[in-house]
C-alpha cells in the first residue's frame, strides 16, 4: 500500500494525504513526487535530491532540487514554494 504526504516548503512534517492524522515527521526525501495537474498531473520516482541554486528568486540562495525519472525538476524554496521546471533548463543554467 501506498501513502501519499503533503507539507510546506521547509517543513519536517509531513501530513497523510487521504488521513491528516498520520503525520510522517523527518526531513525526508520522497520515493515518489505527484507532479500538478497544468504539468500532467502524473506521478514521477524521485532519483535523488540535490542542492543548487534556486531558480525562481533573484536572491542567490541555496535549495533542495529533487532530480525526477522525467524531463521536470522541482526546487523547494520558503519564500516562492514547489518551484517546478523543465530539468535541462536548469542543468544548463548552473
Do not use: I
Amino acid at each position: 500500500m501506498t501513502m501519499w504526504f503533503e507539507r510546506t516548503p521547509g517543513s519536517v512534517v509531513h501530513m497523510g494525504k487521504t488521513d491528516p492524522s498520520t503525520l510522517l515527521l523527518g526531513d525526508t526525501v520522497p520515493d515518489w513526487v505527484q507532479v500538478p495537474d497544468e504539468l500532467g498531473g502524473s506521478q514521477v520516482k524521485v532519483l535523488r535530491a540535490e542542492a543548487g541554486s534556486c531558480p525562481g528568486c533573484d536572491s542567490a540562495h541555496v535549495v533542495r532540487h529533487l532530480v525526477l525519472d522525467s524531463p521536470l525538476g522541482v526546487a523547494e524554496c520558503r519564500d516562492r514554494g514547489f518551484l517546478w521546471y523543465a530539468a535541462q533548463e536548469c542543468e544548463d543554467g548552473e
